[in-house]
């Protein structure tokens, strides 16, 4: 996908230190935290026809699109109990998936405004011992120290960058994740049916989508110093479960 898109003024979300520096990342990042947003704000869109006339749009306006694409990463890495669990890009994740019968402690980092304030807001009413907050930042900088996390958690929003990108992700994932740790993250998988026409739905509500084949980012994942362990296929998106040497 290329189609040019106007973007929404930058988020500070770079500081100059950054050894990971870049104008267009600090600008996909900027916009995916806008598409966001948006969506979190339920603010409604001007959208062409042709889209609307889509079946791929007809089921995002039900609701049913989100249920068939969700990746149940708990189905490969549970979180268990006291487990220290980051989710990056965790949207709201805590007020939909079970984690307080999980009984795992959770921290998050966002790029949306909106999602970071509502769990911050929301969290501590739910169990105020489990949850540990939500930092705002990207994911290629996380706000947390070395060697302090069991699971790390990305799900929904890899497609959104390019694989340069995640090699840098990769590197800071390694870094806050204890020597036995895992991570799980899901990866668009473009060979699937729906692949194309949700590429071009995401487009169109504020984000590309980069359609990598799985090949290029598995071999990003072993560059990086990861070992696949697991992977589950879904309708959308495929599940990998990663351990780093």
Known sequence: MSKKRNSPDPI????????YKSENWQEIVAQVGYRFNRQ???????LPAELQEMPIYQEWVSGLLSGRIVSPFWEIAQPKKNQHCLDIGCGVSLLIYPWRDWLAYFYGQEISTVARDTLNSRGPQLNSKLFKGVELGPA?????????????????????FPLK??????????????????FVF??????QPLAEDWAVLETYLGAEVFLEPLAEWEKMIKATGGKIVARQSGELFDLYKVKFS
């Open 40 to 46: 979190y704000q339920q603010q409604d869109l001007e």
């Open 12 to 19: 500070e979300l770079f500081p100059s230190q950054s050894p």
């Open 140 to 160: 290629h900088q996380l706000n947390y120290s070395a060697d302090q996390f069991d699971l790390a958690i990305a799900t929904g929003f890899s497609c959104y």
């Open 186 to 191: 899901d990866i668009l998988n473009p060979q």
């Open 165 to 182: 990108y995640w090699s840098a992700v990769l590197v800071e994932v390694k870094r806050v994740l204890k020597p036995e740790g895992y």
